[in-house]
């Protein structure tokens, strides 16, 4: 019996937050003597696959169909349910996304199975199959009960640590079958936000509000972002009014991050921006305004001209590196 683990990829490796998963997968696998297999689907190279093992899968499978690449939701279902009988698996581990969570809810049918999403913590099995999980946006913690057999849980980005000193595993085809009804929705077009860093993957991400006084201005937070290696974000207000594109409109009506990094500048704190980046572990503000409600939520704070701390801040990262 195995725990298996549903593997997301992009631009040929393995997202970040699918590894988390599989080092929460191993970590649950040796409390309960069980390995872990992770199946990954759609075209990718299998030496990319391969890197799984680092985080702690003892082996792939592969489903190589170009049919799988667009991400068509009831066809994953489909591959990751007959994964799960191939492998013998009880428990189905996955990163929080938004086509996990879709796979997910459909899975919970298939496989007649117990959800528990956003979790931040291995299961505590003293008393039942108790798992602790993140709610009201990161605000509290409640903890959910599983009566099922089979399990599925998807774990919130960044809320595990991600360990790569395991080995390469090794990566094997999987045969599934498919029909016409898995593939009965159609993806029309895909409009990719324009970056060099996602938003949703970002393990940095540097952000710009109304302080920033103009769209003339964002070569400052552009420059932090790339020397830090980091993706741009914005408040609503700025998206609003065209500074930048809405894709960049971080915040509980926007893109909801949770990054290792998230550094506000001239952002002034609104709880819908608070409710979109609280799970972030590190707070970094930067406002003249001392009363700014930001500051409350931050883990450091910078009391000053953001035109004037930027360069200076660009230039020590610059040095650093």
């Known amino acids: 019996m195995s725990i298996l683990v549903y593997i997301e990829h992009a631009e040929g490796a393995i997202k970040k937050t699918s590894l988390e998963a599989v080092s929460y997968a191993k970590e649950l696998g040796q409390k309960e003597g069980l390995d872990v297999v992770a199946v990954a689907l759609g075209t990718i190279d299998g030496a990319a696959l391969a890197k799984a093992g680092l985080a702690g899968a003892s082996k792939v499978l592969h489903v190589d169909s170009d049919q799988l690449n667009a991400g068509i939701i009831q066809a994953h ?42 979790v931040v913590a291995l299961p505590d099995t003293t008393s039942g199959y108790k798992v602790k999980r993140s709610i009201y946006t990161g605000k509290a913690f409640a903890e959910s009960e599983i009566s099922t ?23 094997e085809k999987l045969e599934v079958s498919l029909d016409d009804a898995d593939f009965a929705a159609k993806i029309t ?24 006084k103009g769209p003339e201005n964002w070569g400052l937070i552009e420059g932090l ?16 009014s065209g500074w930048r ?44 305004d001392p009363e700014a409600p930001f500051f409350k939520a931050a883990d450091y704070g910078i009391v000053g001209d953001a035109f004037e701390i930027l360069p200076k801040l660009t230039e020590a990262v610059k040095a650093i590196k």
């Open 77 to 118: 279902a489909s591959v990751v349910a007959q994964a799960f009988e191939k492998v013998g698996a009880n428990t189905l581990v996955l990163a929080k996304s938004s086509l996990g969570d879709a796979v997910a809810a459909r899975l919970t049918v298939k496989l007649k199975a117990g959800l528990v999403s956003n």
């Open 149 to 171: 057999a089979n399990k599925i849980l998807a774990v919130k980005k960044n809320a595990v640590a991600l360990k790569e000193d395991g080995a390469e595993a090794p990566v």
């Open 189 to 212: 077009s895909t409009e990719k936000a324009t970056g060099e860093i996602s938003l949703p993957e970002a393990d940095i991400i540097v952000s710009g509000g109304r302080g920033l």
């Open 225 to 240: 972002a790339k020397a830090m290696g980091a993706a741009t974000g914005c408040s609503k207000p700025v998206s609003d």
């Open 245 to 288: 594109p809405h894709h960049e409109h971080v915040g509980q009506t926007g893109v909801k991050v949770a990054p290792s990094l998230y550094v506000a500048v001239g952002i002034s704190g609104a709880i819908q921006h608070l409710a979109g980046v609280n799970g972030s572990k590190y707070i970094v503000v930067i406002n003249k």
